[in-house]
């Protein structure tokens, strides 16, 4: 940071606009990762850890472009969920009601998730693809918290999908601490075999929260298109489900923890911004591989300190 | 005793495969026809693609299976003792950087000695791609399939700076490497773009497929896939050390195929090298229920969807990428109708 005082114009003004800037591509970049982690959190708390999100998101992505580019964004946020919910309803009948292998299940979907929506792009744009341009959603002030200085217009200036990470997480957190149900599906998560002699609906209640956890990934993906790039590109999550789940272990399964470790991602991932401002000669491709290394990191650095749900990936 | 049984689980085990293609197929069909295409052409295209001719078989299909054998036969090794590397990707991209280094730097070298260094760089790259995911498993517990999956995005990006970067080719306008030393080539098969990474590869699943049925080792890997805790309180089994080989094993041998994808069919490195062999190779070791003999059946299999998949693009205007969907399905129902479970995610983050 110090580089932008040797500019010499106004170096006070220029840090400030600088690290707002950087606040605000954080929160902006770390709210489709704060989507997906939020949905596989509620997945796994329930017992069901789903590597399939990453073919939910991508589904949600493509999706939201397509209804995006036809309806609007609002409509393509909300097809961008019903997509990355069917795809986590084809986890959940694999995993849950077939009692398969619930890692090579998600695999499986994943690899769905990139063959469908890759046919369905060159089906309609030509092999080629298109440059498609989708209008994106609109920054939404909430007037007064956005004057804060620095986090304010990171955090209360963003569009629609940054508001539904607080009100998922929000939701979330109050369904597993205040509700009986939430109190089941943490005691599905924990000791199936308990659970169900309790009375609880185990694989329904599993299978309730993996098709959930499936929208928010798709909405996770659809806020990439309509929040971020304005368009759509075959792969273009990019891991992006695979990273929210070391966020889910880095916020250790609770909700407003994941929300704030997907910050730190949209932090890392900013910095290229950041850095590109400053004029640095380190390779772009060093800045790609950062969120990447820093989830593998995370998963290190957690370890000992956080207790995953005793019976994640334990079929009934 | 042993071999009977073996090869009573093999004829019991023959049909979930066959049913699983044709599942596959089947969807592939509608799905064409539904999405407007002709299913007759597509299905025709993908067979002249891969067995309708003598060049499709030996240019197109064989030299696909290659790094599915060799990524696959690791697979096998992995998954037997309960480690899920997803991670197959990214090594053979560690190795195929590695092998692109040596090959350019062994001109003038007698090829055997250019081809050992080649394939013992590759080799060794792909096992140090996993060993941090490694540690972490077998030290710590942590999760091996997300650790792994990780990494496969770095050793993109990584792949991408050494194109534009120190393994750029000399006029540096492209983002890939020159061309390897010949010393450094696989032979070929006259009149034919297979290489000799076929016959080594083969002897590599033999060779795992006695370690497997043969000797205690293979045994007790077994056991420690089916049942770690089990395994290690009778302490017939150091759980970490079979565990820790295994990875890296699967991670070597993923390695060695990015070397003979360089070394066999491309001669230089670029991005995309692979068109998914890591996770392919996974539905192709499922498919041959982990036995790497019937990995030889299962890599033909995927292979011939690779080189098909590019015919009905070529051809019939399908997008090459529906092969990712049948591969998907065919995944599904194997695990599906197998319940094929290997340790699942639990218990290993304790």
């Known amino acids: 940071m110090a580089g932008s005082g040797g500019r010499g114009v106004e170096p006070v003004t220029d840090f400030i606009s600088l690290s707002s800037g950087f606040a605000e591509a954080s929160v902006r970049v770390a709210t489709p990762l704060a989507l997906a982690a939020l949905g596989e959190a509620l997945a796994e708390r329930s017992g069901v850890i789903n590597l399939g999100i990453e073919g939910s998101m991508l589904s949600g992505a493509l999706a939201a472009a397509l209804a995006g580019g036809a309806w609007g964004p609002e409509w393509g946020l909300l097809t961008g969920a019903l997509a990355g919910m069917a795809l986590a309803a084809v986890f959940a009948a694999v995993a849950i009601g077939a009692r398969a292998n619930q890692i090579i299940a998600g695999t499986a979907v994943s690899l769905l998730g990139a063959g469908l929506t890759g046919a369905v792009y060159r089906r309609i744009f030509g092999s080629a693809g298109a440059a498609l341009s989708i209008p994106t959603l609109p920054p939404l002030s909430i007037p007064g918290l956005d004057r804060i200085p620095v986090v ?165 | 005793m042993n071999l009977s049984r073996s090869i009573r689980q093999a004829a019991r085990g023959g049909g979930l495969p066959v049913v699983a293609v044709l599942v596959g197929l089947v969807i592939l069909a509608m799905g064409l026809e539904a999405a407007g295409y002709s299913a007759a052409d597509g299905l025709g295209a993908l067979w002249r693609g891969s067995f309708g001719s003598w060049y499709a078989i030996s240019s197109a299909t064989l030299p696909r299976a290659v790094p599915l054998l060799f990524i696959g036969a690791g697979l096998t090794l992995a998954f037997r003792a309960g480690a899920f590397n997803i991670g197959a990707e990214g090594q053979f991209y560690a190795g195929a950087i590695a092998a692109t280094w040596i090959g350019l730097h062994v001109g003038g070298w007698p090829a055997p000695l250019a081809l050992i260094v080649v394939g013992a760089g590759a080799l060794l790259a792909g096992a140090a791609w996993c060993v941090i995911p490694t540690i972490l498993r077998v030290r710590f517990g942590v999760l091996e399939v997300i650790s792994t999956l990780l990494l496969n995005f770095v050793a993109t990006a990584l792949v991408s700076f050494m194109v534009t970067g120190p393994l750029q080719e000399s006029r540096r306008v492209y983002p890939q490497s020159d061309p390897i030393a010949a010393a450094a080539r696989l032979p070929l098969l006259p009149g034919t773009r297979l290489h000799l990474g076929l016959p080594i590869a083969v002897v590599v699943c033999m060779a795992l497929w006695l370690l497997y049925t043969r000797t205690r080792w293979g045994f007790r890997l077994r056991a420690l896939g089916a049942g770690p805790r089990a395994a290690m309180i009778t302490g017939r089994v150091p759980a970490g050390r079979y565990l820790a080989v295994a990875l890296l094993g699967s991670a070597a041998l993923a390695g060695l195929a990015g070397g003979i994808e360089i070394s066999g069919v491309s001669y230089a490195l670029f991005q995309n090298l692979s068109p998914g062999y890591g996770f392919t190779a996974i539905a192709a070791a499922l498919l041959a229920r982990l036995n790497p003999i019937g990995l030889l059946a299962t890599s033909l299999l995927f292979a011939a969807l690779e080189a098909g998949a590019g015919a009905m693009q070529r051809d019939a205007g399908i997008p090459s990428v529906v092969v990712s969907v049948v591969e998907a399905v065919i995944l599904i129902v194997v695990v599906v109708a197998d319940r094929w479970r290997g340790p699942g995610a639990g218990g290993s983050n304790q």
């Open chain 1, 152 to 316: 304010g217009q990171a955090l209360f200036g963003q569009a629609l999908p940054t508001y539904l990470v607080y009100l998922s997480a929000a939701v979330i957190w109050y369904i597993l601490a205040r509700t009986r149900w939430g109190l089941g599906l943490s005691a599905a998560g924990e000791s199936p075999e308990a659970a169900r002699a309790h009375g609880i609906p185990v694989r329904r209640v599993r299978t309730i929260a993996v098709v959930s956890g499936g929208a928010l990934a798709g909405l996770g993906g659809a806020t990439l298109v309509l929040a971020q790039v304005g368009t759509f590109a075959e792969q273009m999550t990019a891991g992006r489900g695979f990273i929210a789940i070391a966020i889910v272990v880095l916020g250790g399964w609770r909700p407003w923890r994941v929300a704030l470790a997907a910050l730190l991602f949209g932090a890392a991932a900013a910095l290229q911004f950041l850095f590109q401002a400053l004029g640095t000669a380190v390779p772009y491709q060093f800045f790609l591989m950062m969120p990447y290394l820093l989830a593998l990191g995370a998963l290190a650095g957690r370890v000992g300190r956080v207790r995953a749900p005793a019976a994640l990936g334990v079929d009934l």
